[in-house]
């Protein structure tokens, strides 16, 4: 059987046992809206993730399960993928998608853990979404010392700053501070970012 044909193989597979079209994310049209046809949606995403073989088709699958109702059924399975994808251009793609999945059925109790995955810079673009996750699941001097941290992370350095910014909206002066700092540095791109920031402050 060639490459081609089982990915095609695949793909008929996963739609049969789905009972909506892959491409859902062209026009939004057959994907489940209800909980019990999420909670479908989920199980046949967790059952197919490990089997097939296809990049694309695991990573529609895990947009499948960017919703916190997955958590139940595929917190554990999203945690292993993120680590074990191999960090190429293609894996970084799809460990963020991975990551979105991650951040979208995590909860205050899941902190630490997405402080360490945040954490390994190995991880690249794929922790994007973690970090904004962990905005709004820190107090805000830990989101401002995480965003601190991050600066310098060309992977996250605009998700780091929205943790900075957040804390600033939440009343955090030394934010602020921080936000004023990172808006006069060397970084043109981090400056512009940061004025914007400020201004909505005011």
Request: with cysteine.
């Amino acid at each position: 059987m060639s490459g081609g044909t089982r990915k095609e193989t695949e793909s008929a597979l996963v739609t049969r046992a789905l009972g909506f079209p892959l491409d859902f994310e062209r026009d939004g049209k057959g994907l489940p809206r209800s909980l019990a046809a999420r909670q479908t949606a989920h199980r046949v995403a967790v059952e197919w993730i490990p089997k097939v073989s296809d990049d694309n088709l695991k990573e529609m699958l895990y947009r499948l399960l960017i919703d916190k109702e997955a958590r139940p059924v595929a917190f554990q399975l999203a945690l292993r993928d993120f680590c074990a994808i191999p960090q190429t251009q293609r894996g970084n793609l799809l460990r963020w998608v991975v990551g979105a999945a991650l951040a979208a059925m995590s909860s205050s109790e899941d902190a630490a853990l997405l402080k360490q995955l945040v954490a390994d810079r190995r991880y690249g673009i794929g922790r994007q979404e973690l970090v904004l996750k962990l905005s709004t699941l820190l107090d805000p001097a830990e989101s401002l010392t995480l965003g601190r941290s991050l600066l310098d992370d060309p992977d996250v350095r605009l998700h780091a700053l929205n943790c900075i910014s957040k804390s600033a909206r939440k009343g955090s002066e030394e934010a602020r501070r921080a936000l004023q700092e990172v808006s006069t540095s060397n970084d043109s791109f981090l400056q512009k970012e940061a004025t914007k920031r400020l201004k909505k402050l005011e």
